[in-house]
Nanobody, 115 residues
């Protein structure tokens, strides 16, 4: 079992920044990839960014150049630095951990970007 706890969401104005954190606990040795997804009201949950155990990253086109995913293996934590935020970034952001045969999800943290 892997437990994920997100933090760092909140209300920010257009152009502002936030940093999300996702702390993993439990069977963390099983984790291969970690990522951040987001879900806006009445929309599907989409990948925002992901990072492999080796540090390779992948981003949705809509956030490239604005968001940065990173991980601190010593703290078992993954971060999402979000800059130049736009109203369309408003969503619940979920942390995801892939252990190969299944994925684990956090409960999510709300990010609201006001115009």
């Amino acid at each position: 079992q892997v437990q994920l706890v997100e933090s760092g969401g909140g209300l920010v104005q257009t152009g502002g920044s936030l940093r999300l954190s996702c702390a993993a606990s439990g069977s963390i040795f099983q984790i291969r990839h970690m990522g951040w997804y987001r879900q806006a009201p009445e929309k599907q949950r989409d990948l925002v960014a992901s990072i492999t155990s080796g540090g390779s990253t992948n981003y949705a086109d809509s956030v490239k150049g604005r968001f940065t995913i990173s991980r601190d293996n010593a703290k078992n934590t993954v971060y999402l630095q979000m800059n130049s935020l736009k109203p369309e970034d408003t969503a619940v952001y979920y942390c995801n951990a892939d252990v190969g045969w299944r994925a684990y999800w956090g409960k999510g943290t709300l990010v609201t970007v006001s115009s």
